[in-house]
């Protein structure tokens, strides 16, 4: 989570994790290569956006092979739209 994320508090993070959790809104606009890699809603009056990132386990450079666990490590970041 952003600092921006964090700055609204505990139960608002709650809530925006569980819309994280559950989104299901991905469609050939937001998600043109059926990653499920990204995401945007509203919760709590702000625009949210979060999105997962494979990078190698060394989290150098990105992961030869995402969709491998074994050298992929995923990192999700959430922020507010004002982050970006």
Known sequence: MTA???????IAQREILRR????????EANDPFG?????AFNANGER?????????LNMTT???DPADPAIT???LTIMCAGDW
């Open 48 to 56: 949210l956006f979060f999105k997962v990132d494979y990078f190698n």
């Open 35 to 39: 990653e499920h890699d990204f995401g």
């Open 20 to 27: 994280v959790r559950s989104f299901a809104d991905f469609n």
């Open 62 to 64: 990105g992961s030869k």
């Open 73 to 75: 490590a995923r990192v």
């Open 4 to 10: 921006a994320v964090r700055a609204l508090g505990r």
